[in-house]
């Protein structure tokens, strides 16, 4: 078991009161750059988070999250992956990927039709399901239903068994939500086009803002126009898409179509962290929260702007040779364990 107490020792003198201190720390993690690279586990996360579990000085367990704008799998699954690579139990009251933040809002489209994108097959359908909504479809289905919709993708066979078959023709799309990075961008772009466009119902005469029909909503999960993979240099992320989309959507009809943004660094999903980390806690309002991420677009950004600290890690995204980061944190570290330790420091000292 790793045991590093040097940086710890001289601070701790007035043990009873410090314990208490402790005990009111609280850490917010991203994952890819900070915890794993790719199916890796970076050697100091797993150190890192065997300090808070309770292989500290003081003995006590310090509650934290891991907070991502990953997705494309059910919070279960990806908890289970990621307990596998750091060698430590992630349960998923602790895990909110970049859709689930969507179970705040489900209860408004609980009976209506809505497209979600992202994912492998129907993973994500399943997903939704789960969540709560109760008719969910995909742009494979899509294309099932109608395969001049897009002419330029047959579908594998193991594509057409993940399909469910329905009826565009019939179905008022009412929202589109982009769970996860789309795998096929330029089939995602054409369907995305032809709902929003139609007001809802795909092969439809086009929408104008004059006719009775409610727009339809659309909401992005995750900002990122970039993250940090096994390969040497970043790649594009669903943020890449949202502006494709739009560039697209703008050549067609001279305007951006309105969204919601979900994910870092937004407020709803900062405010959404920090009650599940406070309800993970025992409902404690003094927790002193630390987020510990590797880019400062969204990491920092979220964290600096919910009053949180920021530690910045040079472990993903962010190279400090590169210059200074856009957003500047309350600390930068070389890797997530030097992170909890400086705040542990900072935090407990008499």
């Known amino acids: 078991m790793y045991v590093n107490p040097t940086p710890i020792k001289s601070f701790v003198r007035h ?51 891991l907070l991502t704008n990953g997705g494309g799998v ?15 139990q992630i349960k998923p009251e602790q895990y909110i990927q970049a859709h689930t933040v969507v179970r705040s809002v489900v209860h408004r489209y609980t009976n209506t039709p809505v497209l979600v994108l992202g994912g492998r097959g129907d993973t994500l359908r399943k997903v939704a399901e789960g969540y709560g909504f ?23 066979m193991e594509e057409r068994i993940s399909t469910k078959a329905a009826d565009f023709s019939k179905i008022p799309i009412g929202a589109i939500f982009v769970f996860h990075d789309p795998r096929n961008w330029a089939l995602d772009i054409q369907v995305m086009c032809d709902v929003l466009r139609s007001g809802g119902v795909i092969g439809a005469p086009l929408y104008v803002s004059e006719c009775a029909r409610r727009p339809v909503d659309l909401v992005f999960c995750n900002p990122d ?27 067609l009809t001279g305007t951006t179509y309105p969204y919601t943004q979900m994910g870092k660094p937004t407020e709803l999903t900062y405010r959404f962290s920090e009650t599940v980390l406070r309800r993970h806690a025992g409902d404690d309002s003094s927790l002193k929260i630390h987020m510990i991420g590797d880019n400062p677009e969204s990491d920092i950004a979220g964290a600096n702007a919910a ?44």
């Open 134 to 156: 109760r008719q969910v479809y995909n742009t494979l289905d899509v294309l099932a239903w109608n395969p001049s919709v897009w002419p330029f993708h047959d579908l594998t």
């Open 74 to 88: 059910s919070e279960v699954t990806r908890c289970n992956e990621l307990s596998e690579q750091l060698g430590i």
């Open 225 to 251: 126009l970039v993250w940090k993979s096994e390969f040497d240099l970043p790649r594009l992320g669903q943020g890449g898409f949202k502006e494709a989309f739009q560039a697209v959507f703008k050549a």
């Open 307 to 350: 009053g949180w600290k920021s530690i910045l890690v040079h472990t993903g995204i962010y190279n400090p040779r590169q210059g200074p980061p856009k957003h500047q944190p309350t600390h930068e570290a070389e890797d997530v364990e030097q992170a909890v330790l400086w705040a542990l420091e900072r935090e407990l000292q008499p």
């Open 15 to 65: 043990y009873p009161a410090l314990k208490r201190l402790a005990s009111s720390l609280a850490f917010v993690f991203d994952i890819d750059g900070v915890l794993v690279r790719g199916k890796r586990a970076l050697p100091a996360a797993k150190r890192a988070l065997a300090i808070l579990d309770g292989n500290n000085r003081f003995g006590i367990k310090i509650p934290y999250i």
